[in-house]
């Protein structure tokens, strides 16, 4: 448990981290309150990118002045017209072990710009795959490849890939999506002879450092199966703050194990999507590199930060599991982020955010921190609408900050009164369709 002295003596910590970055920093107090952690971060925020902004005017889009190597902390870039042709020189975001090693990171616009590019590449090396997607799979991903990535097939798993027997002369690709329930992650790692030809892992929502990657880069290492990691650098690598759009795809080499033949691939692969990056106009803004990632301070607060967010997670999930038994839809993700609560009846997207804004409206006029946003990682709680693609229904989504242990605490308690009470007061009045209990 931590408590606001202690949080607050984090928070200063993180703050002056960011400061120290600036080319004039600014002068910090000891913040006082949530409020005045969550403004100063975005004010020093505002005042890194102003500093980028006028310090490589030079640097347009048509790169028509080369003074020098354009940097952004420990990142260096150098790229043509319009980073058709950006290359970036710099730490991994990954703590990587010295059982794996990143053989080549191609850095995107977004998370999604990167998985876009990823799979609309794969069309030009497989005329047709069986895509495996696990519960719980990001939406976007999903809609994505029914839309437009035609020569991929979807096969919806309900836990691991050792369900579904292979076909004979058709891929078989893996998309392993840190969002899916823990009890689906776990099966899937302890599936063994997988029979795949490729795994997508999809890590936004683990901690760089988080041994998840790391044990699916071991499972995948053991049977030998080419893996690329993409993500979106949003979430989880910006200390709390939306510094910028990034997105990568990293294709891992694990040790000398895997066959010449599927390495062989995995570089043409990379070398696809570095095709559709120049193509689709998805390359990265140098702009959007947070120049104070790599550093061991970064890291370690980094990894303070996610700790204390598992650990408001796992005490709201269960406590949600006792309070609000019949309205607690998914509680238990593999990241342990965020959890999901299911109306009581059927609503559109439109229904739920209104719902997720109404929650979170009332709640701040008590004076909360929880705030109607999409995405997680944010340093107060936030409220959503969620796809629920495993039962096909809206559900409300909370994601869960590192915020001390007793003002979430309460910030809890409110969401289940809150819960109890609307819920019953719709239930009454609207006469509709109930969902089955969860």
């Known amino acids: 448990m931590e408590t606001l002295e202690a949080y607050l003596d984090r928070k200063h910590q993180e703050l002056t981290l960011l400061n120290g970055f600036l080319g004039t920093p600014l002068a910090l107090r ?15 925020a505002a005042a890194l990118k102003a500093e980028h902004t006028l310090r490589d005017w030079a640097l347009t889009e048509t790169a028509w002045a080369h003074p020098g190597r354009l940097r952004a902390g420990p990142f260096e870039f150098s790229y043509d017209y319009q980073r058709a042709d950006l290359e970036v020189r710099g730490p991994s975001f990954y703590q990587f072990d010295n059982s794996a090693a990143a053989n080549d990171t191609i850095y995107t616009s977004s998370g999604m710009a990167a998985i876009s590019a990823l799979l609309l590449a794969s069309a030009r090396l497989m005329s047709a795959a069986d895509v495996l997607v696990l519960p719980g799979s990001y939406g976007e991903t999903l809609e994505l490849i029914e839309s437009h990535a ?41 599936c063994a002879r997988p029979q795949l030809d490729l795994v997508i892992f999809d890590t936004t929502c683990f901690s760089s450092g988080s041994g998840r990657i790391r044990r699916v880069l071991s499972w995948a290492r053991r049977w030998e199966i080419p893996i690329v990691l993409v993500r979106s650098h949003t979430k989880l690598d910006s200390l709390g703050l939306e510094y910028g759009r990034l997105g990568s795809a990293v294709f891992v080499v694990c040790e000398k194990r895997v066959a010449t033949a599927k390495q062989e691939r995995l570089e043409d692969l990379a070398r696809e999507m570095r095709n559709a990056v120049r193509l689709f106009g998805g390359a990265a803004l140098p702009a959007h590199f947070p120049p104070y990632a790599g550093t061991k301070a970064y890291r370690a607060l980094t990894d303070k930060r996610v700790a204390a967010i598992l650990r408001n997670c796992r005490r709201t999930a269960r406590y949600f599991a006792s309070a609000l038994a019949g309205s607690s839809a998914e509680l238990h993700f593999a990241h342990g982020l965020y959890v999901t609560l299911a109306p009581k009846r059927m609503l559109d997207e439109k229904q739920t955010k209104q719902l997720a804004a109404n929650l979170c409206g009332d ?76």
Not at 30 to 44: A, D, G, N, T
Not at 155 to 173: D, F, T, W
């Open 30 to 44: 000891r913040p006082v309150s949530v409020v005045e952690v969550i403004e100063q971060k975005f004010h020093i």
């Open 150 to 190: 035609r020569h991929l097939r979807l096969v919806p798993l309900k836990s691991s890939p050792g369900e579904v027997a292979s076909r004979a002369g058709r891929p078989r690709i893996l998309l392993f999506d840190s969002c899916t329930p823990a009890a689906a992650f776990e099966a899937t790692l302890h």
């Open 363 to 438: 709640l701040r006029k008590a004076g909360l921190p929880l705030r109607h946003a999409g995405s997680f990682g944010f340093d107060f709680g936030a409220a959503e609408w969620f796809r629920d693609t495993s039962r096909n229904r809206y559900v409300v989504r909370i994601a869960v900050p590192d915020l001390p242990t007793p003002l979430w605490d309460q910030v809890a308690r409110a969401v289940v009164q809150w819960w109890s009470v609307h819920e019953e007061q719709k239930v009454r009045s609207a006469g509709l369709p109930m969902n089955a209990p969860v």
